[in-house]
């Protein structure tokens, strides 16, 4: 009896389930079997920002949307003023709001033709001189995200205007369906930004068909700010640049032509002129002249600089047209021992080398004594294919100036050889005391430099561009001879009197041994009359020099290019010959001269001047190092 009764209560409460579950059926169908109408989404302003804030910048706005039969599949907002709604016939103000007829005609534009639309009425209020409306969409990722957005808020030229204006936000659900328009009173006030230019003027830029592993072309760099909007961060900016060219002379400067810009900007992205990017590398092939940059910022209401940055800045196009331009570097008669320092002497052995080695210069092609000012120009150093610098006395190595002008020659394709004693110092770091023989590397001298208010240019281009990674300083020591000796007569030396070498009168360069074959000489021989002139016959110190050179360094090569480590190291081609012979204290069989193949530049440097040594020898080394550097570059 209990089972039949159980069985019963079974039958009954499955006839029961099944009319709760077509019951519930019942209420998602139709008679006729459909789905109920999709239920369109909804959307609400998030409480921040605020209604009727004023912005000084463009406002970070929030919003949450929902959609109770699918999900939301996008967001669609529009910003206008409420003189462009007023232009379009409806009524818009910061007491009544928008009127509703507006916002019934936002909701009721499809929404694949959203953008469409609006730019449609964007244009034809900037037709009557208002500016673009800007229709957004944000596609969600299946609903989730892009629940907030930087919103571009309309802003003036005159900061003591106050737009008001109105951001209208709708949701658009998976099946299509759009909610209601929601709309935000916001009001905007803006100042205009300020550009910058960061960008040596003063200097002169070389300029190049292409560019090269050495010359990357010109770069020029601007910013801007708009600190008044954006008192606590960078602003985010846009910037229009042109690029002009004005003219071969300066007064082409004074006003500027811009009806023809050589360049100017352009962001592939929108194809329009304003970029965010604050660099750009100018065109190359530039021709030789003057030419004005200018840059216009604007701010995130579109808003310009009403006065945009310009630097205006003069380039030179490397000819290399002439063979040589001879830099004298020496200090002229500056009393110091052991050198010749005289140019009436030692500068006509120099013309007469280059002469006879079929180089004959012109007065133009020389220049004297730039070590303390900013010449030779850029100008004229890239009208020659090589640059020869001939340094006599201790003090007077390769300057700050003339080092970034040799280097920046040798960036585009120049030719450099310098010959002297103590090619890379300068009277700032020049140390020699006693007991300091020994190498001075690069990095050390480039930090002593610093010390002393220089850049290191010269070590710089010892390291980078000769390929050296120091130099040996013999710290000679001119102890004098006997004081009997009066014009050269009854002359002995002192030499009883002398520390043992090195650590006294140490002088021992009696010339160089070639490492290349013939036709380059094979030795380099000391002339000693030249030799006997860097004597000193002074009534309180006699120095009497007859066959060995004092203040002769050798090079000391790196074994890697400090800059460019896949190509060869500088290469010795002569070695030094010492009175004495070899030893580990003497100069004997180290670099004298050394030679420097770059990707795009050529460099030799002499440890020692070449006044000193035999004419016929002087000519022949002459003849073959030129004609290395006018070789053609290998290619590589």
Known sequence: ??????????????????????????????????????????????????EGTTFTNQPLVHWFGKDLDGYVAQYQYV?????????????????????????????SIPPDQWEDSLTKIGKTLASMGEEIVKPVKLVTQS???????????????????????????????????????KNRKFFRTNN?????????????????????????????????????????????????????????NSADTLNPDTTNPVAVSFDPDDGDKWVTTKTTVLPTGLITGYYMFRVRSRDDAFIPDPTPARSIFYVVKPTFEKNVLLVDITTPFSGQTGVVVDPFIYRPVYLNILAAAGYPLNPEDIVVNSSAIAFPSD??????????????????????????????????????WITGVYDFTTNGTFTEEKGARGVKRFPDELTRAFSVGELGYNSTLGGDYCGLEGYFMPAWEDLADSNKCIGGTDCA???????????????????????????????????????????????????????????????????????????APAEAI????????????????????????????????????????????SVELTQQLIEWFMSPMPVS
């Open 574 to 617: 002569y070695l030094v010959n010492s009175a004495y012979g070899p030893s580990p204290v003497t100069m004997h069989g180290k670099p004298a001269i050394v030679r420097y193949q770059g990707p795009t530049f050529r460099t030799a440097v002499c440890t020692f001047p070449l006044f000193y040594i035999k004419m016929d020898q």
């Open 1 to 50: 009896m209990r089972a039949e009764k159980s069985r019963f209560l079974v039958i009954i409460s499955g006839a029961a389930f099944a009319v709760l579950i077509l019951a519930c059926l019942g209420l998602k169908c139709n008679v006729n079997g459909n789905r109920p109408a999709n239920l369109p989404p909804s959307v609400s302003f998030a409480n921040i920002p605020n």
């Open 192 to 248: 205009p930004p300020n550009t910058k230019i960061d960008f040596n003027n003063l200097e002169v830029y070389y300029s190049l068909s292409d560019s090269t592993r050495t010359w990357k072309g010109i770069n020029i760099a601007w910013g801007g700010t708009d600190s008044i909007d954006y008192p606590t961060g960078d602003a985010p900016l846009e910037f229009f640049w042109e690029l002009f060219y004005l003219g071969a």
């Open 493 to 567: 030396p002192n030499y009883q009197n002398w520390p043992v070498f090195p650590e006294g009168r140490n002088e021992e360069f009696i010339g160089a041994s070639s490492l290349l074959p013939s036709p380059w000489p094979s030795i380099l021989e000391l002339d000693t009359a030249n030799v006997k002139l860097a004597s000193t016959y002074d009534a309180d110190k006699k120095i009497l020099l007859s066959d060995k050179l004092p203040r002769i360094s050798y090079a000391v090569i790196s074994s890697i290019h400090p800059r460019f480590p896949d190509l």
């Open 379 to 416: 100008q004229l150093l890239s009208r020659y294919k090589l640059v020869i610098v001939v340094n006599q006395d201790k003090y007077s190595g390769v300057s700050d100036s003339l080092g970034k002008h040799l280097i920046k020659y040798l960036n585009v394709g120049g030719e450099v």
């Open 79 to 107: 910003v206008f003023k409420a003189s462009q709604i007023q232009l379009l016939d409806y009524d818009a103000d910061s007491i009544l709001g928008v009127e509703p007829g507006f916002i019934a005609f936002l909701k």
């Open 143 to 181: 609903g989730s995200g892009q629940t907030q957005d930087r919103i571009t808020l309309f802003a003036s030229k005159n900061p003591a205007d106050v737009i008001l204006q109105f951001l209208f936000l709708r949701a658009v659900d998976n099946a299509n369906a759009v909610s209601d328009v």
